[in-house]
């Protein structure tokens, strides 16, 4: 499966943003697809995760401000972020893995990655 990561930009604190992972050569309801993030001078780290059963799960720093969703018809994963803190600024990176739901926020299971696409939140 291929992976296309879209919707990037530079919002001000507070803003929403919504990324897309768009899929081809693969469904994504035959995997679970992570959202990662890496910012300057830190190691990757998970943001949430959609499994291919509809379980959703999130990193603790975006819970309730971030929300992870499938559309099946788009064989689209998207991530809506609202009230963005500058500390969200990173690439972000989408991913897709069928390691056991226990392990999706370990990115070493992802088999499938799609390019970055860089989120800034300044004022």
């Known amino acids: 499966v291929q992976l296309q990561a879209s919707g990037g930009g530079l919002v001000h604190p507070g803003n929403s943003l919504t990324l897309a992972c768009a899929a081809s050569?693969?469904?994504?309801?035959?995997?679970?697809i992570g959202w990662f993030r890496q910012a300057p001078g830190k190691e990757r780290e998970f943001v949430a995760a959609f499994g291919w059963s509809g379980n959703t799960k999130y990193t603790d720093p975006v819970k309730g401000r971030f929300t992870i969703s499938r559309d099946n018809a788009k064989n689209t994963v998207s991530l809506q972020m609202n009230s963005l803190e500058p500390e969200d600024t990173a690439v972000y990176y989408c991913?897709?893995?069928?390691?056991?739901?226990?392990?999706?926020?370990?990115?070493?299971?992802?088999?499938?990655w799609g390019q970055g696409t860089q989120v800034t939140v300044s004022s």
């Open positions: 050569g693969g469904s994504v309801r035959s995997y679970t």
């Open positions: 991913a897709a893995t069928r390691v056991v739901w226990g392990r999706v926020s370990e990115d070493v299971h992802y088999l499938y």
